[in-house]
């Protein structure tokens, strides 16, 4: 195949959001490796929800900071195992916001997240869901 080159025409800059579930780790694993193969780099990120009367104190916050801490180790250790450059972020808000903010923040070039095994998600429509519709990058759901 003329002028087409193996491995150089995916994205160069991956943004998956993990919340901790099987499903999203599943999407943090596919994500480093597809960065591995592409030559790119990765974010992750982590929104902590608040609560709606954004009264974030106490033991909400520190559950949350733990989570995050819990969370980055394990990406950083990922990160380093397999020689993906990339980073661990943590945001405080609405999931869905935080993560369209990331990317635009990191120029992303695509998405990837865990799909959703909540019930309520088929009801109300789950975050990957919102982004599949909205978003302007490539979506990628791992189940």
């Given at each position: ?133 909205h978003a302007k990058w490539p979506v990628i759901v791992v189940p």
């Open positions: 195949m003329a002028g087409f080159e193996v491995g150089t025409d995916g994205p160069d800059r991956i943004l998956v959001a993990i919340d901790g579930s099987d499903t999203s780790l599943r999407a943090a694993a596919y994500a480093v490796g597809l960065a591995r193969r592409q030559g790119a780099s990765v974010r992750v990120v982590y929104v902590s929800t608040m609560p709606a009367s954004a009264a974030w104190v106490g033991a909400e916050a520190d559950q949350s900071q733990e989570i995050a801490g819990e969370l980055g180790g394990l990406v950083t250790d990922g990160l380093a195992r397999t020689g993906v450059p990339g980073s661990f972020v943590h945001r405080r808000g609405d999931p869905y916001t935080e993560i369209v903010r990331v990317a635009d923040e990191m120029r992303a070039e695509a998405i990837v997240v865990g799909a959703s095994t909540r019930a309520s998600h088929l009801v109300v429509g789950s975050i990957a869901g919102r982004l599949v519709k």
